[in-house]
Nanobody, 118 residues
Framework: QVQLVESGGGLVQPGGSLRLSCSASGSFSAITTMAWYRQAPGNQRELAATITRGGSTHYADSTKGRVTITRDNAKNTVYLQMDSLKPEDTGVYYC????????????WGQGTQDTVSS
């Protein structure tokens, strides 16, 4: 069994910052690609950013320049630093991790609500 626990969401004013974290625990040998997705109210879940085990990153056009994804392989944790937040960044943020050496090929976090509002 693999569990991903997210933290760091909340309410922030436009222009503010949030830092999300997601830590994995359970039965796996290694984590490959880590990613953050977000789902705005009434919209489909969409990719925000990804990071490979080696540290290569990819950002969606909507987040590029305002978010930074990092990871700590020793802690099985991925972070998402979000700056200059806009109301349209409001939504539920989910982490996703590819797994190696596990019965599962990937695991998802439970989601954390981020609200950008004045």
């Amino acid at each position: 069994q693999v569990q991903l626990v997210e933290s760091g969401g909340g309410l922030v004013q436009p222009g503010g910052s949030l830092r999300l974290s997601c830590s994995a625990s359970g039965s796996f040998s290694a984590i490959t690609t880590m990613a953050w997705y977000r789902q705005a109210p009434g919209n489909q879940r969409e990719l925000a950013a990804t990071i490979t085990r080696g540290g290569s990153t990819h950002y969606a056009d909507s987040t590029k320049g305002r978010v930074t994804i990092t990871r700590d392989n020793a802690k099985n944790t991925v972070y998402l630093q979000m700056d200059s937040l806009k109301p349209e960044d409001t939504g539920v943020y989910y982490c996703d991790m590819g797994l190696f050496g596990s019965r599962l090929s990937e695991a998802w976090g439970q989601g954390t609500q981020d609200t950008v509002s004045s």
